[in-house]
DNA sequence: GCGCCTATTTTGTGTAGACTTTAATTTAAT
DNA sequence: ATTAAATTAAAGTCTACACAAAATAGGCGC
């Protein structure tokens, strides 16, 4: 059997699925044919309905248990997948020209609130970083990072003059974990000023802690420019 | 041939791939072997090994072109993937008891900036509906939202005194398309006094736009309450 | 009735093989 | 040299079948 336009494919029957889903033809909660049949329904194999469906589930449409069948998701928690570009990028899309700006970097004892947020020993060193990343000139993100050198020894020859240490970490610590915070701050002097805004204005803020193989590797606190809005279609 | 622990999965596949790419095995950019060869080399089908390399060019870790081959992302775009809980799951996550009050109702031409927002045609009839959610009489959000009458009719007869309106919409148009906007505002004299915040505080705040089958449904402003933090695992 | 065990159903995943689609590459024609 | 057409390598997807694993449902003993 040949696969051209004859045959149903697996985004055919997503279609379909999510089509009778969203006429209320499926109503939530409804437990769905089980594979073999829709198989039959469908004039394809089990394989072709398996994939569909699997998909349909990923993307939170569906919930399927083994023995219990398919249902339809009553609370459809959908959930928003939304990609974390690299400023560079989001800079340029917006069709700002990318500047970078280090402001300071030095070797410090980790801070009460950075070793209880990062789980570190008492008075462990880490490398502290500010810069600020620009887009045709308008500040666009204050970045306050601190990197955990015991994690990361070769941080202590690292030069943040002309790369900026995020793009520095994806280079040489391929990350694997991440715990990402977004929340609205106030503007204190530090940020206002390199923001170039009033003091006390709220700021877009994100948190970014990062860890290799259960060890803290770096925190990140960045604070986005005026009217930064972040947009994401589900 | 069975697929016990003697078979290689393509769970097996995808760990092996990415412990290469983590340990710089498999630098960024690298071309990796094509499919059959990686079928043989783990001897398997290339079924199985094409399902491996799929996942995890949708994780964002491959980038995969027919002819081309497959080769290792250099900036791994990684993909916040997060979920959008409805209010009262967490409110109650956190501990807290929800109670919904509902402020005002009520129907109205569309604003400009609405219509505009929305693609609306002029005087549009929208429903304005603003209500409050609480965790155990702490504001935590203050909702204030649009919904287009001429999408969803019976928005006349809906009582939102009981239910809220994103209950009762997720209940009578179950599933849409979305665009989730979250920024930081700066508390007015309504917002600061609903969310019991001093005025020009910082408040963190979505905005979400829903469609059925490219008709606008509603636009809802969220404003969130004092030290709001929205986490998410990557 | 209650708890435990077994049977059965349904999804999950693998094998083997074929055809399709895309796009890079090479070849031919202008 | 440049453009257009043919080649071809790689991923994409489908068929057909088999066995695995999970979880419900039913039956058994108490």
């Known amino acids: 059997m040949t696969q051209s336009s004859d045959t149903t494919s697996y985004k055919d029957i997503k279609q379909t699925v999510l089509r009778r889903i969203r006429s209320g033809d499926w109503p939530p909660d409804m437990l769905l044919p089980n594979e073999q049949e829709l198989a039959v329904t469908f004039s394809c194999t089990r394989t072709t309905v398996n994939r569909a469906l699997r998909e349909l589930a990923e993307e939170g449409f569906l919930e399927r248990r083994r023995k219990a069948g398919t249902r339809v998701l009553s609370a ?30 030095e070797a410090q004892p980790a801070p009460d609130w950075l070793a209880a947020r990062l789980a570190l020993s008492a008075g462990q ?82 948190e970014r802690i990062t860890w290799l193989q259960g060890q803290p590797v770096t925190f990140a606190k960045l604070y986005f420019g005026a009217g930064y809005r972040m947009t994401t279609q589900v």
């Not at 060193?125 to 990197?147: K, L």
């Open 76 to 105: 459809p928690q959908r959930q928003a997948r939304f990609s974390i570009p690299l400023i560079r990028d989001e800079i340029e899309a917006l069709g700002g020209t990318y500047r970078y700006a280090l402001v300071s970097s």
């Open 125 to 206: 060193q880490v490398q502290h970083v500010r810069c600020m990343h620009y887009s045709t000139n308008t500040p666009f993100q204050y970045e306050d990072r601190w990197i955990v050198i015991d994690s990361v020894p070769q941080v202590a020859q690292a030069d943040f003059s002309e790369i900026g240490p995020n793009d520095w970490l994806v280079q040489t610590v391929p990350f694997t974990n991440v715990e990402l915070t977004f929340l609205a701050s106030r503007a204190d002097a530090t940020v206002a000023g390199f923001l170039d805004l009033p003091e006390g204005e709220p700021v877009f803020t994100a």
